[in-house]
């Protein structure tokens, strides 16, 4: 991992990813812009495409030897020490409809490993930045996920059910919405962000890519949280796209055998 001067000479560029992204996406957000849909049958807009322009621009300047994986314009230099992941808007539905519970997700990886993450909402003002053995900070101040004993008083969030479209993945989160007080959809990256700062208490997702979750779990883990895959190993580049975030560590190996079929 890298030495804590250069994971804050790291954190410092990818705030600065964001302030270079987050004007591309106010001045689209709300208002009539072309929509296409990739091969994948995601939408992406003119908004993601600029904001991950805007960021390339960035490291070009400041960061030209590091890699890249861009969920817009691909992958470059993956073979380097230090990648950056950038996600210009996770969350295009939601910033197609006009909800901003969208964001920009920024991670670095280093050997492998996510090592920063920055969550940020350009719209309402919210910016998350997490980075190993720091504090998260939630717009400048420390964030902190709240403590959760029971199963039955936490409040679970996830994005759609249609990431549980595998009939086992679809078992494991009924088995869990079952025992815990009540479910809210959508969200996306800001539901992580919302779960450091101590109003959420379960994130469990599935089929996410890498730039979906690698700017995450530097926030969550930041907070107080823990952030893993379902079997609870850490994740990295590699993982299978099945993340369980908790705001109280306590609580992890209860969600997890229930998401495995150990209740």
Same mark, same amino acid.
């Given at each position: ?5 250069? +994971? ?8 600065? +990813? ?9 001045a689209r957000f709300r208002r009539p812009i072309p929509v296409e849909q990739k091969s994948n049958r995601t939408p992406v807009t003119e908004?993601?495409?600029?904001? $991950? ?18 969920? $817009? ?68 101040? #420390? ?37 815990? #007080? ?17 109003? !959420?208490?379960?994130?469990? $997702? ?28 850490? !994740? ?28």
């Amino acid at each position: 991992m890298a030495a804590a001067a250069d +994971l804050d000479r790291l954190a410092d560029v990818a705030v600065r +990813l964001a302030e270079a992204a987050g004007p591309e996406i106010r001045a689209r957000f709300r208002r009539p812009i072309p929509v296409e849909q990739k091969s994948n049958r995601t939408p992406v807009t003119e908004a993601d495409r600029a904001a $991950e322009t805007a960021m390339r621009a960035v490291l070009a300047e400041l960061r030209p030897d590091d890699g890249i994986i861009g969920e $817009e314009f691909g992958a470059h230099r993956t073979e380097a020490p230090i990648v950056w992941v950038l996600d210009p808007i996770d969350g295009t539905k939601a910033f197609m409809s006009g909800r901003p519970t969208f964001g920009t997700l920024i991670a670095v990886l280093v050997d492998g490993v996510p090592a920063v993450g920055v969550i940020d909402q350009p719209v309402v003002g919210d910016r998350w930045v997490g980075a190993v053995g720091r504090p998260t900070q939630h717009n400048g101040t #420390d964030a902190k996920s709240r403590p959760c004993p029971r199963l039955d008083a936490a409040i679970l969030s996830s994005t759609s059910p249609d990431q549980f479209d595998k009939p086992a993945d679809a078992d494991a989160f009924d088995r869990l919405q079952r025992r815990v #007080d009540f479910v809210t959809w959508g969200g996306d990256c800001y539901a992580y962000g919302l779960l450091a700062s101590g109003h !959420l208490d379960i994130v469990v $997702e599935a089929g996410l890519a890498l730039h979906d979750f690698s700017a995450l779990a530097p926030v969550v883990t930041g907070a107080g949280g823990a952030m893993t895959d379902w079997r609870g190993d850490p !994740l990295r580049l590699g993982s299978d796209g099945r993340v369980l975030a908790v705001g109280d560590p306590a609580m992890a190996s209860t969600v997890r055998a229930l998401l495995n079929g150990n209740p």
